[in-house]
């Protein structure tokens, strides 16, 4: 209160938050998710709701609907984890009982609505096409906790697009699709490289310390081992690398791979080798090959960057494959123990570069983008093999 | 009311693990209802992100702290420590600073004066009774069955009997008053009484059997539920009971936060009130 006074006094201008969102006209950018204000009535006594930009109503269907059975929320470490199946009053009550209050509210109300077949997200949004009160529809295609929740449209490209082009026909409002995160399936992409040729699937674990990026843990390695047959060799660039061997060795790691950076390779190669999975050691392109060169010993095979870990796509350090030479050579000439320690090679490598690596003593050679972003892997596996 | 942010007055163990916290509520007294319940954040900082439902004990005024300023309004909770955020609360103290929301919810409708009312209370859920109690006995007699595993779970007798209430202890393991199950009690004097009203809160297997006493003799019964909750004011639908004449096809789900948590027991579908196992004391963590 006291900074607004000052404001007053010395007539600063308070900024505007208004945001002007496909036509509708928001005082500020804050409104509620759909779901967790129910129709807005439910927080009048406690909140003004023409303090908010946009009131976003509970999902609503063409019939009343039931909603899942109790329990339905779970509490988790500061937050809560909830299946409440799209309960709601259907559209004709939402329209008798809960729009006449809304409309005394002078805050633009968007309708969140689904369907369980294409006509009846057609018929919704027909009826609420002619309503002024309504400033704008939320396309739900993306409930994860009932089957006819709309998820079936939100994970199909075609009928996502079938869908959200029949609504636009019934209604002139500003329309906004609520879509799904959980549209790739791992499992199915792990083994559709398998089915193309690929002999070993190599899984990235990032943890957002040791490298920029996030990726996946265990659990996902444990789903990728359940589909496929391939040994799964999975890549660690983690803080803290012993912390978590243990979990990926259970969860169906044959070859684990750790960084000379991150942790003592004396220490681990010998710990992983114990889980019965192919230890690895692995060197980023900015270390001196001289740093892996003691440890060569403990593992079973020698992963060498050739770009910095953390994103796909980039190009290959021509230099790294110098690194490849040495360790070729110390493998030949210097080693002491008497079992093969292989070499792979790891970023940027294409058709046009794979030939190079090979030459300088790869042994198994990690392609990303080559494969993935061709449209068929079995062809972009095969030129990278020949 | 609204949500507001307040600090705790005194916060004492009562009885073994079942303790009674005092909060700072001016103007409070005035609106809460008998059987209305308050959201309690525990903590300022996370987590627990989810506020817990309490049955309001009461409200009363403490002394000024000195001459010139207004005496102190404090409401009451009761609770028995089961979970992480009664757990917090329990090493809550004076001075403490926490967040209300309510008082929320549909209270008991107080019946039709001079009738014999009956309040039956199983551990903990004897919370709401008693402002129920204080408005009932003003033109009715009033009795009071607790029931308890042990003597340890009754708690709050002598505060009844000060208002003039009638009380009646049934502990299972026979420590404290008579052995066995409160709803014998109950069962006997709705023979004796047989145009009495009955208020019930407690666990569901005795809300369940005192339903059943009070539909074979025919008498009114309200009970309160208790149900794991996350927004308290009917918004999430996350704490539904299955009302009177429920099916798939005809969903008749009531939010135990708006529509209760007093509900006639003609209003609920005794044969499946819940899907889970059936709410309990722990459920109020």
Request: aromatic share 6%; glycine share 10%; proline share 6%.
């Amino acid at each position: 209160m006291t900074d607004l006074a000052m404001n007053n006094k010395t007539n600063v201008k308070r900024p505007s938050l208004a945001v002007n969102i496909a036509g509708i006209h928001l005082k500020n950018p804050v409104m509620p998710a759909s779901g967790t204000f129910g129709y807005g009535e439910e927080y009048a006594p406690y909140l003004d709701l023409e303090r908010i930009g946009a009131i976003v109503t509970k999902g609503l269907s063409l019939r009343p609907k039931a909603g899942n059975p109790t329990p339905r929320i779970a509490e988790t470490i500061s937050g809560m984890l909830n299946a409440i199946g799209l309960q709601n009053v259907g559209i004709d009550d939402f329209i008798k009982f809960k729009l006449p209050f809304l409309r005394e509210v002078n805050t633009p109300v968007i309708v969140n609505f689904f369907g369980n077949t294409l006509d009846e997200y057609g018929e919704v949004a027909a009826r609420l096409a002619d309503l002024p009160e309504v400033a704008g529809l939320e396309l739900n295609i993306s409930c994860p906790n009932v089957k006819q929740g709309g998820i079936v449209f939100g994970t199909d490209p075609k009928a996502a697009a079938e869908v959200v082009s029949l609504v636009r026909s019934r209604s002139q409002k500003p329309l906004i699709v609520k879509l799904t995160p959980n549209v790739t399936d791992i499992t199915v992409i792990a083994r559709a490289v398998e089915e193309a040729g690929a002999d070993i699937l190599h899984v990235d674990v990032m943890d957002g310390h040791f490298v920029p990026n996030i990726t996946i843990g265990p659990d996902v390695v444990r789903a990728i081992k359940k589909y496929s047959t391939l040994p799964l060799d999975v890549h660690l660039m983690i803080d803290n690398p012993d912390r978590y061997i243990d979990k990926f060795a259970e969860a169906g790691a044959d070859m684990m791979s750790v960084h000379v950076e991150a942790c003592d390779l004396e220490k681990l190669l010998p710990l992983i080798r114990k889980l019965k999975c192919k230890a690895g050691a692995v060197i980023n392109p900015e270390t001196r090959v001289e740093a892996v060169i003691p440890f060569i010993e403990y593992a079973d095979y020698i992963l060498v960057m050739t770009v910095n870990p953390g994103f796909g796509g980039q190009a290959i350090m021509p230099a790294c494959l110098e690194k490849v030479v040495r360790i070729r050579k110390y493998i030949y000439e210097e080693r002491k123990v008497n079992r093969a320690i292989l070499i792979e090679v790891d970023g940027g490598i294409k058709t046009s570069n794979v030939k190079d690596a090979v030459k300088a003593g790869a042994d198994i050679i990690v392609a990303g983008s080559a494969i993935f972003g061709s449209k068929d892997y079995k062809a972009a596996i095969e030129k990278l093999k020949k | 009311m609204k949500n507001f942010k307040t600090i705790v007055l005194s916060n004492q163990e009562i009885s073994s693990g079942y303790y009674r916290m005092r909060i700072l509520a001016p103007g409070f007294g005035k609106v809460g209802k008998p059987g209305q319940f308050i959201m309690f954040r525990v903590q300022t900082s996370l987590p627990p992100l989810l506020r817990r439902p309490f049955g309001i004990f009461r409200t009363g005024f403490l002394p000024a702290d000195c001459e010139g300023q207004p005496p102190k309004e404090y409401l009451e909770i009761l609770y028995k420590v089961v979970g992480r955020g009664t757990t917090i609360m329990s090493g809550l103290h004076e001075g403490d600073r926490v967040e209300v929301l309510g008082p929320l919810g549909r209270g008991f409708d107080l019946g039709v004066a001079g009738n014999d009312k009956i309040l039956v209370g199983g551990g903990i859920g004897l919370v709401p009774l008693y402002m129920l109690a204080q408005e009932l006995v003003k033109s009715s007699r009033v009795r009071l069955l607790i029931g308890g595993k042990r003597r340890d779970d009754i708690i709050m007798v002598t505060e009844f009997e000060r208002l003039g209430v009638n009380t009646h202890i049934a502990t299972e393991d026979g420590s404290l008053g008579e052995e066995g199950f409160v709803t014998r009690v109950l069962e006997r004097k709705l023979q004796k009484y047989p145009r009495a009203e009955v208020f019930a809160c407690g666990p569901m297997p005795m809300l369940e059997a005192v339903q059943r006493l009070c539909a074979a003799e025919n008498v009114p019964l309200q009970v309160s539920l208790e149900a794991l909750m996350a927004c308290g004011v009917g918004a999430c639908l996350g704490c539904v009971v299955k009302g009177a004449g429920h099916s798939e096809q005809n969903p008749q789900y009531l939010c135990t936060c708006k529509e209760g948590p007093v509900f006639r027991a003609e209003r609920l579908d005794w044969s499946k009130l819940t899907d889970e196992e059936g709410t309990c004391e722990g459920c109020k963590s």
